[in-house]
């Protein structure tokens, strides 16, 4: 009964909340590594420096005014936001924070589900989070909105292509799609995957750039040009939403990049014995510190570059990540079969 | 009785939407109500322990074709009528005629799986290890190798056909 039911529920409860606290803080951190690299102070009224930023941005946003323009049309305007933030939640259901911890008592696995298609789960879902961009575009019935729609649906098809001819090779190592058995595979090989495919991995890492719409791939809100992009139209907590959805989809890839290729949960160096002192320190918090590590390169990213150009970046999906994906892809099969 | 309730209701969302796609006004609804539909096939698939079938379905048909139908909806804007109404009745005598094929098609295949209970689907054995993704790996390369090969190439063909019709310089 309590395994079925109660232990399920209590920790998608709370998953939910520490994903949507953790994705309010984010908008703190990005404004305050941005503001330190441009060498300014960031906000810093709120709380001590700023701390409580995040909570006065959430109480103004819940107070503004909610417009929804006048020929928009009415029904998907109102799905739209909806759309691109559930699916970055529910991607949470097979993250596996660790194998299991005690806890009063009981074996508490600290993942939501361990299905067999893991990661192809997580590919399928987030390729829904698209259609939350491209309504957006559409239902705003205004002509920066429509544009940036159009760029982030072809944007984000081309990115999943590369993205995704790198996840099988991937699976071709671990020989599974669940994302525990993935990490339990990096055990058994005493190595981080990311030292066997490099390749994959800086893959992974632009085209995560570009499918979270990240600087320097955000073209669908591309200030200068879209006055905002996608979201132009939306005001108040429905364009809060689709803040709230971009970080949780870079927590997403932050998590699935940490457990591909980082060895989630493991602790550095998980066959060196001698190192036997990292062990005392719990596996979620390995995890979790991994995946800080590249949510903070996210944000140092997009401090650094400027924008790509739109031609640049097809040229660089088509031309450049997807042949060297194959290319990759064809190296590791022809690896396994031999070795 | 759960899982009968479940069905039921899964297979009237499905109809439901379906019968949406096709009678909504707005192009870009009708494209909205595929993908409900699509994503209810894909709990059904689940339903009947065929995960992998179920993510692959949300992957390749809400995932990807249908932003793809998304897209050329949205690049030719439909918001006007067209001038010229298109035939309509001759449209519903092909649909009426295309319909009973369908039907004709799927109820001699129902017959014939009834005249014959012990077929390959209702005797498969329960996945033995690992579950159905395997065993759909395994029967792909093994047993229906050239079906799988076939569909491949005609596939490659399509996409060789897209691109030439693409360029402007053959």
Not at chain 1, 10 to 17: E, S
Not at chain 1, 183 to 208: C, E
Request: glycine fraction near 6%; include cysteine; proline fraction near 5%.
């Amino acid at each position: 009964m309590i395994e079925t039911y109660v232990l399920p529920v209590l920790k998608i409860l709370v998953l939910l909340n520490a994903v949507l606290v953790s994705v309010t803080f984010m908008t703190l951190l990005e404004r305050k590594v941005i503001a330190w690299v441009q060498v300014r102070l960031g906000p810093m009224r709120v709380g001590p420096h700023g701390a409580l930023q995040p909570i006065a941005d959430a109480i103004k946003l819940l107070l503004k005014e909610d417009i929804t323009p006048a020929r928009a049309d009415r029904w998907v305007f109102t799905l739209a936001p909806i759309v691109s933030m559930v699916p970055a939640l529910i991607a949470f259901a097979v993250i596996p924070f660790d194998r299991d911890v005690t806890f009063f008592g009981y074996r508490v696995p600290l993942f939501i589900a361990d299905i067999n298609v893991g990661l192809l789960y997580i590919v399928s879902v987030t390729a829904i989070g698209v259609y939350g961009i491209i309504l957006a575009g559409y239902a705003s019935n205004s002509k920066f909105p429509l544009l940036a729609g159009l760029r982030a649906s072809a944007q984000l098809i081309s990115y999943e292509i590369a993205i995704t001819m790198m996840l099988v090779s991937i699976v071709i190592m671990a020989g599974t799609l669940s994302m525990v058995g993935i990490v339990d595979a990096q055990y058994r090989a005493g190595v981080w995957y990311v030292f066997l495919q490099p390749v994959a991995f800086v893959i992974l890492f632009i085209g995560g750039l570009a499918e979270t719409n990240r600087a320097p791939f955000d073209l669908p809100e591309a200030e200068q040009e879209l006055t905002g992009g996608f979201h132009t139209e939306y005001s108040g907590m429905r364009f809060a939403l689709f803040f709230l959805a971009e970080y949780a989809n870079m927590i997403v890839v932050s998590a699935v990049a940490a457990t591909l290729f980082f060895g989630g949960w493991l602790r550095p160096f998980p066959n060196v014995p001698a190192l036997w002192l990292l062990g005392y320190v719990p596996g979620w918090v390995w995890f979790l510190l991994k995946t800080f590590v590249f949510l903070y390169i996210f944000i140092w990213i997009r401090a650094t570059l400027p924008r790509y150009r739109y031609d640049q970046l097809m040229r660089l999906g088509w031309k450049v990540l997807i042949p060297l994906a194959i290319a990759n892809l064809v190296v590791t099969a022809i690896l396994k079969v031999l070795l | 009785m759960l899982e009968s309730l479940v069905f039921y209701s899964l297979a009237a969302f499905i109809l439901g939407f379906g019968v949406l796609v096709v009678t909504a006004r707005n192009t870009v609804h009708c494209v909205l109500f595929l993908v409900a539909n699509f994503l209810c096939v894909a709990v059904v698939y689940v339903m009947l322990a065929a995960e992998f079938l179920a993510v692959i379905q949300i992957l390749v048909y809400a995932g990807g074709i249908v932003v793809l139908y998304l897209f050329v909806v949205m690049l030719v804007s439909l918001r006007r009528a067209p001038d010229t109404p298109p035939d309509t009745r001759r449209q519903s005598q092909l649909g009426f005629i295309l319909s009973a094929v369908m039907l004709a098609e799927m109820s001699a295949i129902l017959m014939y799986s009834a005249a014959r209970p012990s077929s390959a689907v209702a005797s498969a054995p329960a996945p033995a290890g690992g579950g159905n993704t395997e065993m759909i790996g395994m029967l792909l390369y093994s047993d229906y190798l050239v079906p799988f090969e076939l569909a491949s190439m005609l596939l490659l063909v399509a996409m060789v056909g897209a691109i030439l019709l693409a360029r402007k310089d053959v």
